[in-house]
Structures are given as C-alpha cells and as structure tokens.
C-alpha cells in the first residue's frame, strides 16, 4: 500500500471523527442537564479545595472573604 493513500485515508477519518465531535460537542452545550453537572462538579470541586486549604485552621468565613491573615505571625 502507498504511503500518500494511507495519508488520505487516515486524514479523511481524521476529519470525519472531527465533525462527530464537535457536532456531539454542540449538541451538548445546548442541554440543560450538561450545564446542570457541571454546576455540581464544580461546587464539589470548590467545596474540597476549601476544606482542604482552610479545614485545619480556625478560620471564619469573613477572614476568607475579607482575605485576612489568620495564621499567627511568628517573630
């Protein structure tokens, strides 16, 4: 087999998998549902970066918001 056929054959695929997925990419970005899941990964998300940065200090929540130093300073 010719190496500039299994270039086009391979390209030709290529393209065509192209045009699947942003076609099966746009048709999700117009559902509810989509937008809906990734709402709810992303406070989940949000939610265990925020214990984790915060949740072995004692640190209210106008300290975070006001971005106030709460770990004792040592001289």
């Known amino acids: 087999m ?3 056929t299994t ?3 391979w390209m030709h695929q290529f393209h065509d998998g192209g045009i699947r997925v942003t ?9 509810k549902i ?3 899941i990734l709402v709810f990964v992303l ?4 939610l265990l970066v ?3 940065l915060y949740g072995g200090q004692n640190v209210t929540l106008p300290q975070i918001y006001n971005n106030t130093p709460y770990l004792p300073l040592v001289y």
């Open 2 to 4: 010719k190496s500039d």
């Open 7 to 9: 270039f086009k054959h």
């Open 23 to 31: 076609h099966f990419t746009s048709h999700m970005l117009h559902e």
């Open 34 to 36: 989509f937008w809906a």
């Open 43 to 46: 406070l989940v998300t949000g």
């Open 50 to 52: 925020l214990s984790v």
